[in-house]
């Protein structure tokens, strides 16, 4: 939040950890571990000895710990993961073990943060348990109310990193959840800011893609059905994001949810194209062509998968 961190502080303090590690509760192990990994995404060297011991200790606590102490454990893991630091299985299975007993407690952001985490890890080559995987889906539809704008888009982009990481969708995720955070996202898309947006777009092109014929999409993926062409490259995205931020905002508003309402890739892409092409203001010039040249090479080259 701004506030400068003394890094020796956090050397002294860390350089502690493995001589009272074995008197912490599940919340202090939890919090222990989201601190190091907030200090770390944040640039913070972290000490690897500490992060190994409290880490050794969650197969102790993680029996006692409660929803949130369990997502917040799991993204720890995650974000270290991440950045490179080796997470050990034997830290991620016990507290996966634990998630089907709790997810029914879970709140909406506890879901998502879960999902996500399971998410990175799988993408990162950690084995995920998938019982934990469709337990957590299946609490979607009861939460998914209460799901904020990057909430929703944190729940469908773990979704696409389990696709990616060769699961099975069928076997974690059905219909019913599916719809429920798409539908939300629709309600929330005037909120959304623009990465979440890109990032919801990104993940639901994944899939819809991965599920073409998955008989467990049913008929929520009639609204949403699979691309049958090509797929825009991630640079194709990021010129589109570039280009819908430099829009004034009520024109950034209607564009980004037309974007998000258009059921197909290829009507995104139509929507991205026509308003670059409509416009004719010279401050925006070299975005537009950026957009222009990103969506030509989208309709020339056939679809390799993501490039990003």
Request: glycine share 6%; with cysteine; net charge neutral.
């Amino acid at each position: 939040r701004g506030v400068e961190v003394d890094a020796a502080a956090v050397q002294a303090v860390s350089r502690e950890a493995p001589r009272v590690v074995g008197e912490m509760k599940p919340r202090e192990i939890s919090n222990t571990l989201f601190a190091i990994a907030k200090l770390a995404e944040r640039g913070v060297e972290v000490d690897a000895v500490a992060v190994r011991a409290v880490s050794s200790e969650v197969p102790r606590v993680a029996r006692g710990m409660k929803p949130q102490e369990l997502s917040n454990t799991l993204w720890a893991m995650a974000k270290l993961a991440e950045m490179g630091l080796e997470v050990d299985l034997a830290t991620v299975q016990p507290v996966s073990r634990e998630v089907p007993r709790m997810a029914r407690e879970m709140n909406a952001q506890h879901v998502s943060i879960t999902l996500w985490a399971m998410g990175k890890l799988a993408e990162r080559g950690v084995t995920v348990d998938v019982a934990a995987v469709r337990a957590v889906s299946k609490e979607a539809p009861r939460v998914a109310g209460e799901m904020t704008p990057q909430g929703v888009a944190l729940t469908l982009c773990a979704w696409g990193k389990f696709s990616e990481s060769r699961f099975e969708l069928a076997s974690i995720l059905d219909q019913t959840s599916w719809h429920a955070v798409i539908t939300r996202g629709h309600e929330l898309s005037s909120q959304m800011t623009t990465q979440d947006k890109v990032m919801l777009q990104q993940a639901v092109k994944i899939i819809t893609t991965a599920s073409a014929g998955d008989q467990a999409e049913g008929e929520a993926m009639k609204t949403n059905p699979p691309p049958t062409s090509k797929r825009a490259s991630a640079s194709f995205w990021a010129a589109a994001a570039r280009w819908s931020s430099k829009l004034p905002t009520g024109k950034r508003t209607k564009l980004d949810a037309d974007v998000l309402a258009a059921e197909t890739e290829d009507g995104k892409v139509w929507l991205l194209v026509a308003s670059a092409e409509a416009d004719t203001t010279k401050v925006r010039a070299v975005d537009k062509q950026v957009l222009l040249e990103a969506a030509a090479a989208h309709t020339a080259k056939p679809c390799h998968g993501r490039d990003d």
